[in-house]
């Protein structure tokens, strides 16, 4: 038999441990799926939007393969830390792969950034999604102007959510506090702002065409901030365009023809601003930012014009990537956010790490939509097998189990997520909703325990 434990239960470590036990070259392959939160699934639970209900449906495949027999899942398991480091981890496991994904935001790097009311759009994404270690709560009520800073698919999302009606937002799995709050907010404008133009925004097209279609809510571009990037104007640039790019061009170029409907809420999109400083007012809380109007440079960037523009805001969130966080016991390479590795095997100084993988954004950034963790997933696990008669060769000292128990971990098992679902299920029925999340950890412990 050869023993693998997956470091991480999001797509990553889910389809890592399905190429695992699915294939047929290396026989009696077992794989422990740990995960540091009681609940698996990682971003397609605690990332995607509570409103993107297809995405979130992938949780149905996903469980499939936690169910398979020779998976075992394994929560409330923290690697890295005094009770299990990855050394023993090793010693408990003929193979580990990380699969523990980009945990931490960028931050700008302006003044200003530490202001009240300035976060990060992870910060607000793991609020009202109900991650246990979220911040306490955002206060809405005084905001009428939000400025989101990045134009990823993350900054559609929370431009989204923020312009979003309750009513909507009802039908979801959001947390309660977040709902009430996000119910309760007085915000009026939100302003999405890119410091490139229209084609080189980075998010897809389905994403940014959704943003026209919220009820309520009028969606706007400034034709003239459209008009300065070269692919917008000029044809043949654009055809040069990848397609998701042209695309992208295509629908902002469609919703210079809007007219505004007054309705309660706008969502502008706006390009060639460079965020330069957070601006505070005199009660030590954010209330604009500072923008530079930028110019394309010929290269792919742009150039200041040092011409300013303040856009009013009481939130500000910054949403512009995510960044791996180094795991103690395992190499980091600080620029890239990421650990160093070869087809997925883990490099020591250039070499490989017998026995150890990565997989997903801590092998190669935090890029792509679910599906990009499949192949990614694949080679690593392909890496691993090839290793694999060396490895088995090792003797194991017993049950991982019992050794994680041992260690004073109290891991959750698979019926444990399954009763902390329930309980989910069951906390949204008492509020006239469908499933509800559980935001704190005591709450899903008692949860998993069955309290
Ligand atoms: P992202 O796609 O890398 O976008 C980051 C954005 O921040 C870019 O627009 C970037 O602009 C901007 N930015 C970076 N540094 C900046 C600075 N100093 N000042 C101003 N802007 C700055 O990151 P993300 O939105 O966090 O998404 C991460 C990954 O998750 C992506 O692969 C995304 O597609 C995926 N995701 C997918 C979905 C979905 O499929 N629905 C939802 C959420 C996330 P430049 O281009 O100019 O650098």
């Known amino acids: 038999m050869l023993r693998v434990a997956v470091v991480g239960s999001g797509p990553s470590g889910v389809y890592a441990a399905q190429t695992l036990v699915q ?18 699934y990682g971003l397609v639970r605690y990332g995607v939007a509570p409103d993107h209900e297809k995405i979130k449906s992938l949780q149905g ?24 480091t990855t050394g023993r981890l090793l010693e408990l496991y003929h193979a580990v792969v990380y699969c523990v994904g980009a945990a931490r935001d960028r931050m700008l790097g302006i003044p200003g950034e530490e202001l009240a009311g300035v976060h990060s759009a992870t910060a607000f994404v793991s609020w009202y999604s109900a991650h246990p270690d979220a911040a306490a709560g955002f206060g809405l009520t005084d905001v009428r102007s939000a400025v989101v800073i990045g134009a990823g698919n ?49 998010f ?38 990848p397609a998701v790019n042209r695309r992208n061009v295509e629908v902002l170029r469609d919703w210079t023809a809007h007219r505004p409907h007054a309705q309660a809420r706008r969502i502008t999109l706006r390009f060639f ?33 040092g011409s300013f ?49 990565v997989a997903g954004w801590i092998k190669r950034g935090p890029t792509g939509v679910i599906g990009t963790n499949r192949p990614c997933a694949k080679e690593t696990a392909s890496s691993l097998l090839q290793d694999a008669g060396a490895l088995a060769r090792r003797e194991l000292p017993g049950d991982p189990l019992d050794a994680l128990r041992a260690a004073g971990l109290a891991p959750v098992p698979w019926p444990g997520w399954l009763a902390i ?19 704190d950890w005591p709450g899903l412990l008692a949860a998993a325990a069955g309290e």
Request: hydrophobic residues 40%; negative net charge.
């Open 204 to 241: 897809t097209t389905k994403e940014l065409r959704e943003l026209a279609t919220l009820s309520g809510v009028d969606t706007t571009v400034l034709a003239d901030e459209l008009a300065r990037d070269p692919a917008y104007a000029d044809p043949a640039a654009a055809a040069a365009l």
């Open 154 to 202: 993350v900054a559609v999302d929370v431009t989204r959510i923020l312009a979003r009606g309750a009513p909507e937002l009802r039908l979801t799995d959001m947390p309660e506090p977040a709902l009430g709050a996000l119910a309760a907010s007085g915000i009026r404008e939100v302003a999405m702002v890119a410091r490139r133009g229209p084609s080189q925004g980075k």
């Open 273 to 305: 601003l460079r965020p330069v400083e957070v601006l505070g007012g005199a009660d030590g809380r954010v209330s604009g930012v500072r923008f530079e109007h930028t110019v394309p440079d010929g290269r792919g960037g742009v150039a200041g014009t």
């Open 61 to 84: 495949s996903l469980r499939s393969v936690l169910e398979d027999e020779r998976i075992r899942f394994l929560g409330n398991v923290e690697v890295g830390g005094e009770a299990l």
């Open 309 to 357: 523009e303040d856009v009013d805001a009481q939130l500000v969130l910054r949403s512009v990537g995510y960044q791996g966080v180094p795991l103690p016991g395992l190499p980091f390479d600080a620029a890239r956010g990421t650990v160093p590795h070869a087809a997925g095997r883990v490099l020591r100084e250039g070499r490989a790490s017998v026995g150890e993988y």
């Open 23 to 40: 294939q047929r070259e290396v026989p009696g392959v077992r794989v422990d799926v740990l995960d540091r939160l009681p609940c698996p």
């Open 421 to 439: 679902e329930a309980a989910e299920s069951s906390l949204g029925s008492s509020l006239g909703r469908r499933s509800v999340k559980i935001p």
